[in-house]
């Protein structure tokens, strides 16, 4: 049961353009999500978080926007530069003792020059 | 600062072959530990985790298991390895509670059961 996906495995864009990365979700336990960006052969970097209280979070040139009632949340890079070019992980959290994080499929991001 | 450290980086092993990757963290005290894999063009799969010293959960039915002897010292190891572990494997930690949602991850180790 995949309770974090992200239905699109890749995306295009052009240098200078807007990429948008989205990630659905079924737990509505969920409280906390996070997107982590990903090289090959590489530990996984976190990028951006965001609480189940809040419907925006900015840093920089990227912004998280979650949306609780449709389950979605949704990554937005602006302007999108080569170097964004990579595998992002959309990961939501429980909380807990634990604090466990489920992590969805990944969507490769290739930003074209 | 906090570091995560992976060995090896690189693994080959043929199948039958016992297993042992290290995960050491510095720069904090008490943290929480995680295995977790990805296995090629999947996403992460958390594998263990744990809250303490000797204390580890397992999420996942499966041919590893992990110990955790030192407080920031996490192993992942098998007795008998099989095709299907191939993948990399990834070490993280956390702190606990609200902080403890982001887990920072070492740079992982690339495993290959021939």
């Known amino acids: 049961d995949q309770q974090v996906k992200q239905n699109s495995p890749s995306l295009s864009v052009q240098e200078g353009r807007i990429s948008i990365l989205n990630c659905d979700y079924t737990?509505?336990?969920?409280?906390?999500f996070l997107w982590y960006k990903k090289y090959p052969a590489e530990g996984p970097t976190f990028l951006i978080s965001?609480?189940?209280?809040?419907d925006k979070n900015e840093d920089g040139r990227f912004t998280v926007f979650l949306n609780k009632s449709a389950k979605h949340l949704s990554l937005h890079i602006v302007p999108s530069q080569p170097g964004d070019s990579a595998v992002y992980f959309c990961?939501?959290?429980?909380?807990?003792?634990?604090?466990?994080?489920?992590f969805g499929t990944g969507t490769l991001l290739a930003v074209q020059p | 600062s906090q570091t995560i450290h992976q060995w090896p980086a690189t693994l080959v092993q043929p199948v039958g072959s016992p297993l042992s990757l290290e995960c050491t963290v510095e720069?904090?005290?008490?943290?929480?530990l995680y295995w977790y894999r990805q296995a090629a063009g999947r996403g992460l799969q958390l594998l263990f985790y744990?809250?303490?010293?000797?204390?580890i959960s397992s999420e996942v039915p499966q041919n590893l298991s992990a110990s955790r002897p030192q407080d920031r010292q996490f192993i992942l190891s098998s007795k008998k390895l099989l095709l299907s572990d191939s993948g990399f494997y990834l070490c993280?930690?956390?702190?606990?509670?609200?902080?403890?949602?982001?887990?920072?991850f070492g740079p992982g180790t690339r495993l290959t059961v021939t």
């Open positions: 993280a930690w956390s702190t606990t509670g609200l902080a403890g949602a982001r887990k920072d």
């Open positions: 737990n509505s336990m969920f409280d906390y």
């Open positions: 965001i609480s189940s209280i809040k």
């Open positions: 990961a939501a959290s429980g909380g807990g003792a634990t604090n466990k994080l489920i």
């Open positions: 720069g904090t005290s008490n943290p929480n």
């Open positions: 744990s809250v303490g010293i000797g204390q």
